[in-house]
T-cell receptor, first 111, second 115 residues
Framework: DQQVKQNSPSLSVQEGRISILNCDYT??????FLWYKKYPAEGPTFLIS?????DKNEDGRFTVFLNKSAKHLSLHIVPSQPGDSAVYFC??????????FGQGTRLTINP | ETGVTQTPRHLVMGMTNKKSLKCEQH?????MYWYKQSAKKPLELMFV???????ENNSVPSRFSPECPNSSHLFLHLHTLQPEDSALYLC??????????????FGQGTRLTVV
């Protein structure tokens, strides 16, 4: 049973436009949600997180929105830049250590 | 440079071989993790160590045996693996349990192929 789902395996966005990456989850007991970014041949790097008691967190060009009633979160990147091309993983934290990941979405930013 | 180093980067092993994956961090972190990423599947947590003590074993088969001799080093000993164990194995560390709240640091991974 996959508790965190990223239903779009890939997304293409033009440079300068907004990129919206989506994630759905099934377990209402998750405490935090996180986004990681992964370049080829590198490990994932932490990007931004949001507590389950909040509905928005912003950090520069990156904003994460949480809709608890819909069990849905999204990552907005604006404006999108070529260096943002990577695989983005949504993850959810249950308790202190159990990080559950989605399958990832490959984002391609076109010049 | 993420601060978490994994060796080897690539490993091909037969089903009867014994090999070990190594992870090293000098970030002063207290928690270390092994994750597995199979093709087209999410990252799966395998083991968690906190202050050298194993605190989580996520129902991992015994052919995978972790070892944490100190807070800076984590090993994954492999023995009689199956072809379906072929995957990317990622090590991560965080300042403390719950460190993912501030972002765990991942290594580059070991691409394992079992033949």
């Amino acid at each position: 049973d996959q508790q965190v789902k990223q239903n779009s395996p890939s997304l293409s966005v033009q440079e300068g436009r907004i990129s919206i990456l989506n994630c759905d989850y099934t377990n209402s007991m998750f405490d935090y949600f996180l986004w990681y970014k992964k370049y080829p041949a590198e490990g994932p790097t932490f990007l931004i997180s949001i507590s389950s008691i909040k509905d928005k967190n912003e950090d520069g060009r990156f904003t994460v929105f949480l809709n608890k009633s819909a069990k849905h979160l999204s990552l907005h990147i604006v404006p999108s830049q070529p260096g943002d091309s990577a695989v983005y993983f949504c993850a959810a934290l249950k308790g202190a250590q159990k990080l559950v990941f989605g399958q990832g979405t490959r984002l391609t930013i076109n010049p | 440079e993420t601060g978490v180093t994994q060796t080897p980067r690539h490993l091909v092993m037969g089903m009867t071989n014994k090999k070990s994956l190594k992870c090293e961090q000098h970030l002063g972190h207290n928690a270390m993790y092994w994750y597995k990423q199979s093709a087209k599947k999410p990252l799966e947590l395998m083991f968690v160590y906190n202050f050298k003590e194993q605190t989580e074993n996520n129902s991992v088969p015994s052919r995978f045996s972790p070892e944490c001799p100190n807070s800076s080093h984590l090993f994954l000993h492999l023995h009689t693996l199956q072809p379906e164990d072929s995957a990317l194995y990622l090590c991560a560390s965080s300042q403390e349990l719950g460190g993912p709240l501030k972002g765990a640091f991942f290594g580059q991974g070991t691409r394992l192929t079992v033949v």
